[in-house]
């Protein structure tokens, strides 16, 4: 069955950092793409961030994010993470990971992506 955990959410001033975590299993992690979502109170799933399977040599931010945000992987771990830096009032929204339907495919719609998520982790950015 897969699986998906993520954590290091929490409160934190603007201008602050955290890294998320997903950890994955039920599947062989290092042979998926792997994605961040995001979903803000009463707003739409934003996709942010994206890292191609093996390496995680390909890796694609929203425009929302670039230039603060970092993902980054770990096969050996099974663990996929996303680094926020210059958090902004308007990142505040609870974030999810996602896995790549088909393994070894690098892909920017949504469609290539399962639809079944981990819990999320929230984020809030106040002062």
């Known amino acids: 069955e897969v699986q998906l955990v993520e954590s290091g959410g929490g409160l934190v001033q603007p201008g602050g950092s955290l890294t998320l975590s997903c950890e994955a299993s039920?599947?062989?992690?290092?042979?998926?793409?792997m994605a961040w979502v995001r979903q803000a109170p009463g707003q739409g799933v934003e996709w942010i961030s994206r890292?191609?399977?093996?390496?995680?040599?390909?890796?694609h931010y929203a425009d929302s994010v670039k230039g603060r945000f970092t993902i980054s992987r770990d096969n050996a771990r099974n663990t996929t993470y996303l680094q926020l830096n210059n958090l902004k009032t308007e990142d505040t929204a609870i974030y999810y990971c996602?896995?790549?339907?088909?393994?070894?495919?690098?892909?920017?719609?949504?469609?290539?992506?399962?639809?079944?998520w981990g819990q999320g982790t929230q984020v809030t950015v106040s002062s």
């Open positions: 996602a896995k790549g339907r088909d393994p070894y495919v690098y892909c920017s719609r949504p469609s290539c992506y399962d639809p079944n």
């Open positions: 039920g599947f062989t992690f290092g042979t998926y793409t």
């Open positions: 890292i191609s399977h093996g390496s995680g040599a390909i890796v």
